[in-house]
């Protein structure tokens, strides 16, 4: 009788055992889908340049919310025991939850300047060696963000890390785009990264007219024939202004 019962025990709990298990792994099947929500993503070009407006496009789960990331480094010269560097036309879209980080290596403090209508600050002093500014839930608009501060005793350069947030939502069939404006990153390598799935993408230094950026510089500036005409006409106008007033004496 003993033996009848011990055995029943024994097959309830084996029962129980197998009831659990079947319940872990259903668990598991459907949490699996969720963690890898974005499948694949495609850029436009994969050789965008200078100026380039970048299309993302792909496919997640219907209604997913998205973080798209772009990672992009910059070592700056220190001059005087301090750094700078100017970001223009800085485009913030449309969109929730946008987020803008910089980490600079090598400073004793950063200072991240945003040029909306005025200028607004926000500084932090280093941990360690490395200076952190973030900021969220950025409007969306086009901006002009200066980045300075303190390097470090004896540092030739300060290495920046500027990180770019926005979060995009799949539509009812599982399609996501985003566009993302190439300006204000500098040429080389960098980084985009959708909804776990990192992408490394080199821009190269031409825009989209064939012309380098030093060669649109070039053709901004004044020549200097043209500098020393101007210079030559000024002086000129002196001298006559000069002689006029001496004879009305």
């Given amino acids: 009788m003993q033996k ?9 709990k084996l029962i129980i055992k197998k ?9 598991l099947l459907t949490i699996s889908p969720v963690a890898a929500s974005v499948s694949s993503w495609e850029l436009s070009s ?34 005087e025991g301090k750094y700078e560097y100017i970001l223009e ?30 200028w607004v600050t926000k500084s932090a002093d280093a941990s360690g060696n490395t200076a952190t500014v973030s900021q969220s839930s950025v409007p969306p608009g086009t901006y002009r ?9 004896g ?5 920046l890390k500027i990180t ?9 069939g ?20 959708v909804g776990g799935i990192t992408k490394e993408v080199t821009l190269k230094s031409e825009n989209a007219s064939g012309k380098t950026s030093s060669e649109i510089e070039k053709k901004t500036t004044p020549s200097k024939f043209n500098v020393s005409y101007i210079i030559g006409g000024f002086g000129a106008l002196i001298i006559i202004i000069f002689i006029i007033s001496s004879r009305r004496k």
């Fill in 145 to 153: 963000i200066r980045i300075d501060g303190d390097a470090t005793e």
């Fill in 89 to 118: 036309g800085v485009e913030i879209p449309r969109g929730f939850d946008n987020n803008f980080k910089v980490e600079a290596t090598g400073a004793k403090n950063l200072n991240v300047r945003v040029k909306m209508i005025l």
């Fill in 19 to 27: 009831i659990s298990l079947s319940i872990l792994i259903l668990a």
């Fill in 164 to 172: 770019a947030l926005q979060r995009i939502e799949a539509d009812s």
């Fill in 4 to 12: 009848t019962i011990t055995s029943c025990k024994r097959r309830k």
């Fill in 155 to 159: 540092a030739s350069n300060v290495d």
């Fill in 174 to 193: 599982g399609d996501f785009s985003y566009a993302y404006s190439t300006k204000a990153v500098p040429p080389g390598e960098f980084e985009i990264n």
């Fill in 46 to 79: 994969e050789e965008p340049a200078l100026g380039d407006t970048l299309s993302i496009g792909g496919s997640a789960t219907p209604g997913e919310k998205i973080d798209v990331l772009v990672n992009f480094e910059k070592t700056i010269p220190v001059y």
